[in-house]
């Protein structure tokens, strides 16, 4: 297993760009001669919800992966806030959730973002309050339904009070209740002042939550946009094939 | 036979002293074996398994071949090693229970840094990103997949147990099957066996079938309670 490189990052100037939380600029990324991210650039504001959209093979997941700090690109530029490296939280597409019951995933978590021990107990039942998981505080974590475990794992990201929370796919594979808590979720989270980006191929969801959208295609940013100028009038042929349910040539 | 095989059995139900001797000795040689052997393996195993350094591939192919450690080899190898003129000879571990703990944590270590490393291969996969997602550091990571993998290891543990309680061929060489001082079971029931005592080699085999059931038996149990997710 290699180890991972480290990104270049450089914080932003906060007089030059005061609403910009991350900036990519023509972040590129090759394997086996294929450019899955290809010059990618874009700026996300640090209010609302930002949702990276785009069809399947897009690099969307990618993104938000080198956004992360879980892969490094092979060559471009990342620009963050200041100290935002290190106050960002990734929820996967599959919760990934440790072999303990919904409430000791929480206090691990909370272990890991150095909350002294005797506040832990109450800030996890805090979580699973804010996840509506409290009546499942000491069922074993595996048990729960895919909805509650991407709930769980959406309020275990939240334990070290990250400034952007990225959401990679949170509802893929969910039936509409599920999707919509975790949506109710995303937006609590947000009215909590945590920046959201997320990472979704429902034209649908991301209409519903986002404020802010970024189109990817085959690797390339086609738009970035804010979210009701895209919805009404899409302007690369991409988005506007992708929103009628078109084959994006 | 049929007398030998009743002869066994009563003295298993009269706790025969010489008998209790044998097996006492062979659980305290052996569980004292896979308890070094972890030790020393299950860092080993982690390191393998998480640490990327030069060679780490040709080092995991070196530890799965020593799995099939012939004992003999290992026997003969530590009696060189600990005999008078040999490297270790100042020691005096010759022919006592200490060589024979020697002997069966060299048998015991490639198997249980072998099957750990896949288990924390398999656990490190599984865990990695999301915990440095959280903000992790390598130590915290680390720690973390012990804990998740405990069951699993415990697993490890039972297996170099079998493997160590099941070995005569090494600590009939450097242990010398020393009645009352270095005789355990698999030595003793050879003994026996080449003597026609058979009721005491019965006694013994009984008792080795056992153990072996018990530890197969849990293993077993730990399967299946951890719904399947065992990684060896």
Redesign the interface.
């Known amino acids: 297993m290699s180890e991972p490189k480290i990104i270049p990052l450089h914080s932003l100037s906060a007089t030059d760009t005061p609403d910009v939380v991350l900036r990519l600029s023509d972040v590129t990324y090759t394997r086996r001669d294929e450019k899955l991210l290809d010059c990618v650039s874009f700026d996300i504001p640090s209010d609302g919800m930002t949702a990276i959209l785009g069809p399947n093979g897009a690099g969307k997941t990618l993104t938000l992966r080198v956004i992360a700090g879980l892969i490094a690109p092979d060559s471009g530029r990342i620009d963050m806030a200041d100290g935002l490296k290190d106050n960002m939280a990734l929820v996967f597409q599959t919760p990934v959730l440790l072999r303990r019951s919904a409430r000791a995933n929480l206090i691990h978590a909370l272990k890991i973002a150095r909350v002294p021990r005797r506040l832990r107990p109450r800030q996890a039942d805090e979580l699973l309050a804010l996840a509506d998981l409290l009546d499942l505080a000491d069922r074993p974590a595996c048990a729960l339904s895919g909805g509650e475990q991407q709930r769980l794992s959406i309020v275990r990201a939240l334990a070290r009070e990250p400034r952007v929370l990225l959401l990679d796919e949170p509802t893929a594979s969910l039936d509409p209740r599920s999707t919509a808590a975790i949506e109710r979720l995303a937006r609590r989270t947000m009215r909590l002042g945590t920046k959201v980006i997320f990472v979704t191929h429902d034209w649908a969801q991301a209409k519903r939550l986002a404020s802010g959208v970024i189109f990817l295609h085959r690797g390339q940013v086609t738009e970035v946009t804010r979210a009701p100028q895209f919805f009404d009038d899409p302007q690369s042929r991409a988005a506007r094939c992708y929103k009628l349910g078109r084959l994006i040539p | 036979m049929d007398n030998g095989f009743l002869d066994a059995f009563r003295m298993l139900a009269r706790f025969d002293p010489d008998l209790v001797e044998i097996i006492l000795l062979s659980i305290k040689v052996s569980f004292s074996a896979v308890a070094v052997a972890l030790l020393l393996a299950l860092p080993f195993g982690a390191l393998l398994a ?1 640490w ?1 350094f030069p060679g780490r591939r040709a080092l995991v192919v070196l530890v799965n071949a020593l799995m099939g450690l012939p004992p003999v080899v290992v026997g003969l190898g530590l009696y060189l090693l600990f005999s008078h003129r040999g490297a270790l000879g100042v020691l005096e571990f010759l022919y006592t229970p200490t060589a024979m703990i020697v002997a069966q944590t060299v048998l015991v270590f490639p198997i249980a840094a072998s099957l750990s490393r896949q288990v924390f291969v398999d656990l ?4 990695d ?8 550091n390598k130590w ?1 990571i680390l720690l ?1 997949v012990f804990w ?1 993998a405990r069951r699993s290891l415990l697993t490890v543990a039972l297996a170099g147990m079998g493997r160590a309680l099941s070995e005569v061929g090494a600590v009939m060489i450097v242990g010398g099957n020393i009645d009352h001082v270095t005789r355990v079971m698999t030595t003793a029931i050879a003994l026996e066996t080449s003597k026609g005592s058979l009721a005491f080699a019965m006694a013994l085999g009984i008792v080795l079938l056992a153990l072996s059931v018990i530890v197969n038996a849990a293993v077993s149990f730990l399967r299946t309670d951890n ?1 399947g ?1 065992v990684h060896v």
Request: charged share 15%; net charge negative; aromatic share 6%.
């Open positions: 998480t990327p490190h996969a599984q865990y990103e999301m915990l440095r997602s959280l903000g992790a915290q973390t998740e719904g997710a």
